[in-house]
């Protein structure tokens, strides 16, 4: 299990969010979501769901993304956040954040917790640490990452075992404000998913007597032309790629990278890029489902915090996590760190880096960046941090490949 160290040197400590206190009311929820058999057996599977669980869960989902809109708006500089929560009965419920003492409970499914802390200050100490590696300051090789954790109504520092004094120091050359800031210890540093070793997606070979292997994200479309996304730290603008049909084996060729972005070691950066697909080679809205049928696309609509997320990549297939927290910095052991990454439960293996994170109702999320642990055996360490898709789309003037 994950061991949470609390320390209390130069002002550092742990705040843990306030209990539950009220409740409020929500919209009315969309009916059942038309779940592909692939993503509704690995969502059943690594979320520990039965068919009324994953029938609820959807319906909180979809509720999420009406009500915490409208509790933002309303809350103001007050807001503190919304996620999705699982309850101890296996039920899901819908939490809104505020530093307002003030509730009231309108049902079941949508909660109102009174914490300390604003979003608004949570994001700002986050961005005094990411600011301090804007300034020039290397990361401790101990300090594994930031985020904003909002269930948790704090920014969590993740340090490898011994790094705890790397942290700290980290934290207070930041001038974030201490109190705000909780340290987590995790076994693992993130590495980048790119590997030399089998499975499914495409190949890189620039000639090193390596090939190299990552995962197609999501088909896009550039003023007509065709191609994918996904994580930059798979090639550089200008190289080919290659389908794999079996294990390091090149087949034909897809295209080149037509624009990639990832930073070198003790830079910071983001991890994306695109791939412009050569011609006679065509496109489907769809994730590939891995014997179990594939996943439609149908849109491009952000998670919550707290939702399921479901990857697929070419060395481990279908894993499904929840999203934990999003805009993480991650600093990588190799050096690089990583803007505004979304972190998440799922489990994810070498060459699965690029690969694609949708949600079950088809909502595609974004590409795979790198991970941490393994998804052999109980994987409860296991992490992934994905890129956000519609920034890519954003940066590079894609259109996603999507049906309604």
Known sequence: MQKTAYRARKGLCVLAALPLVFAMASATAAGPSDLSPAVRQAMQSDLGMNNAQLAQ?????RLSLIESTRFEQAQGPRYAGSWIERK?????????????????????????????????????????????MARGADVPSGVHGWYVDLPGNSVVVAVGTGGMEAGIDFVAASGADARLVRFVTEPEAPTLRMT?????????????????????GFNVTQNGTAGFVSAGHCGDAGEAVYYEPSQWTLGVKLGNFA??????????????????LDAGHSQLPVVYGWGGGDATVHGSTSAAVGAAVCRSGRTTGWECGTIE??????????????????????????????????????????????????????????????????PILSAYNLSLVSTP
């Open 259 to 276: 624009a990639s972005s990832f930073p070198q070691p003790g830079q910071t950066g983001n991890d994306w890029s695109w791939v412009r």
């Open 57 to 61: 869960y959807l319906k909180v989902e």
């Open 196 to 216: 030399v070793k089998g499975g499914y997606g495409y190949l890189r070979n620039p000639g090193d007597g390596y090939l190299y292997a990552c995962s197609i």
């Open 88 to 132: 101890a009965d296996g039920s899901f419920q819908l939490v809104l954040a505020t530093t307002s003492p003030q509730a009231r409970q309108l049902r079941g499914d949508v909660q109102v917790r009174s914490v300390r802390h604003a979003k608004s200050q949570l994001e700002a100490a986050k961005g005094r640490l990411d600011g301090l």
């Open 325 to 390: 927290a999003k805009n993480q910095t991650v600093n990588y052991s190799s050096g690089e760190t990583i803007l505004n990454l979304t972190r998440t439960t799922a489990c994810s293996e070498g060459g699965d880096s690029g690969g694609s994170f949708i949600t079950g109702p088809g909502q595609a999320q974004g590409v795979l960046s790198g991970g941490s642990g393994t998804c052999r055996g109980k994987h409860k360490w296991s992490r992934s941090y994905f890129q956000p898709l519609l």
